[in-house]
C-alpha cells in the first residue's frame, strides 16, 4: 500500500533525541557491563570509531541476556521532554515523522507505537531459545543507512529533500542531517554541532516546532 502524500517529513535519531536514554547501555545493564558499553557507545557518538564495528562489539557484550529483560528496559525508557507536542504539531500541519535508530527494533517498535511515529527502521538483534546470543541481523543501520531511509521516506511520501528535517546527536546522524534540508544537532556532540544547520540548544524537542515549514 503507498504510503499517503505528505507536507513535509520529520527524521529522527532515536537514542538521546527522541528518547533521554541510550538502549544499548540499558541491554548492557542487564549483562552487568553498563558502563563499560556506556563508554564505547560515547566513543562512536563522538565519531571516533567506526559505528558498525563498535555496534556489533558493544551488542557481543549482550550474549547470554533473557529476553525476558526487554521489559524491564522498556520500563527504564523516558521520552525527550517535548516529544509527544512535537509529533502532535507535525500531524496537525500535514507532515509525517520518522524515526530511523541505530538501535533496536525490540524496544523501539513499542516506543515508537506509543508516541504516534508513522514510520521507523532499527536493527534487529538474534536470539535463540529466547536468549540474545550478542549478534545483529543483518546489515548494520549505520550513518548510510540513516540517510538512505530519509531519501526513501521521502520519495514515498511524496516530499521534496528540500522539505525533510533531520533531528539528532551523534556522528552517525549527520548524512542524514547533511541530506535533509534542515540538519538540526539536538542534545549533540561537539562534531555533530559543528556541522548542523541549526543547533537546538535546549533538551525540549518543541523548540522544534516553530521550525516547521
Ligand atoms: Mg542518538
Do not use: Y
Not at 91 to 118: C, N, P, Q, Y
Amino acid at each position: 500500500m503507498p504510503a499517503p502524500s505528505a507536507r513535509f517529513l520529520v527524521v529522527l535519531d532515536a537514542d538521546s533525541t527522541l528518547i533521554r536514554n541510550e538502549v544499548i547501555e540499558l541491554l548492557a545493564d542487564e549483562a552487568g557491563r553498563g558502563a563499560e558499553v556506556a563508554a564505547a557507545t560515547e566513543a562512536a557518538m563522538r565519531g571516533e570509531v567506526d559505528f558498525a564495528t563498535s555496534l556489533r562489539s558493544r551488542v557481543s557484550v549482550l550474549a547470554g541476556v533473557p529476553t525476558s529483560a526487554f521489559a524491564r528496559v522498556l520500563a527504564r525508557i523516558e521520552p525527550t521532554p517535548g516529544v509527544r507536542e512535537l509529533i502532535a504539531a507535525a500531524h496537525a500541519r500535514g507532515g509525517r515523522v520518522g524515526v530511523v535508530s541505530g538501535g533496536f527494533h525490540e524496544i523501539l517498535d513499542a516506543v515508537a507505537t506509543d508516541l504516534g511515529v508513522d514510520i521507523w527502521r532499527a536493527n534487529r538483534l538474534v536470539t535463540d531459545s529466547e536468549t540474545l546470543t550478542g549478534t545483529v541481523d543483518g546489515a548494520i543501520v549505520d550513518a548510510g543507512a540513516k540517510e538512505a531511509a530519509l531519501r526513501e521516506w521521502a520519495a514515498e511520501s511524496g516530499v521534496p529533500i528540500a522539505r525533510t528535517i533531520a533531528i539528532g546527536d551523534g556522528a552517525n546522524d549527520l548524512r542524514m542531517m547533511a541530506a535533509a534540508g534542515l540538519g538540526l544537532a539536538f542534545n549533540a556532540k561537539p562534531t555533530v554541532r559543528a556541522q548542523a544547520d541549526l543547533v537546538i540548544e535546549r533538551v525540549d524537542l518543541r523548540e522544534v516546532i516553530p521550525l516547521l515549514p
